[in-house]
């Protein structure tokens, strides 16, 4: 089993530019996370998706947006990037209720110029 | 609400020394509790959990956790650090509800040096 993959490992974007970042997990999970970390602030919730067919907004939702695929892919979306958005992108997955610890992907790290 | 609290933002110590990473949570429900560990542009591995039963949890790499629910704690131990022990640790918490995501401390920066 490959976990959770994600995809660019490294992007470097500028400002007003959009991309994609993508997230599979082969455990059949059902619920899949995504997180920013920057320096001194932790990991911080962007959206969720507790089962496919549903997600929902996190802590910083704001300039991004999501699709759960599938069971297997949730990706994540940024229409205009902004410098704020530079951060590292984490994302995770759970298998469900009575499962509590999160599956993390090894990261994609953004620049935006 | 949840929220988590780690008292340390950066712990430097000397090889085959004690350390203790101290993590503080508030909630009004019950919740579990998790220190996950995070290596030089690594994603964050599960170091060890507490979900219920004895408050002495072992985990991975000879760390232990000791939940305490009076002073509403959960502190990560090791009797001997090595160098390879140098990483973020973050502790966490989360509840038994479908999907809710894990709240996490700000991390504590593990510094071993010879």
């Known amino acids: 089993n490959a976990g959770v993959t994600q995809t660019p490992k490294f992007q470097v974007l500028k400002t007003g530019q959009s991309m994609t970042l993508q997230c599979a997990q082969d455990m059949n999970h059902n619920s899949m996370y995504w997180y920013r970390q920057d320096p001194g602030m932790g990991l911080r919730l962007i959206y969720y998706s507790a089962s496919e067919g549903t997600t929902d907004k996190g802590e910083v939702p704001n300039g991004y947006n999501v699709s759960r695929l599938n069971k297997r892919e949730f990706s994540l979306r940024l229409e205009s990037a902004a410098p704020s958005q530079t951060s590292v992108y984490f994302c995770a997955s759970r298998l469900g209720i009575n499962s509590y610890e999160q599956y993390f992907g090894p990261g994609t790290r953004l620049t935006v110029t | 609400a949840q929220s988590v609290t780690q008292l340390d933002s950066q712990v430097p110590v000397f090889e085959e020394a004690p350390v203790e990473l101290r993590c503080n949570y508030s909630s009004s429900v019950s919740v579990y509790l998790f220190w996950y560990v995070q290596y030089p542009n690594q994603g964050l591995q599960l170091l060890l959990k507490y979900l219920s039963g004895s408050t002495l949890v072992k985990g991975i790499n000879g760390f232990e956790a000791e939940f305490n629910k009076s002073q509403t704690s959960f502190h990560l131990r090791k009797p001997s650090v090595h160098i390879s022990d140098t990483a973020e640790y973050f502790c966490?918490?989360?509840?038994?509800?479908?999907?809710?995501?894990?709240?996490f401390g700000k991390g504590t920066t593990l510094s071993v040096s010879s």
């Open positions: 966490a918490v989360g509840l038994n509800q479908a999907g809710t995501a894990l709240i």
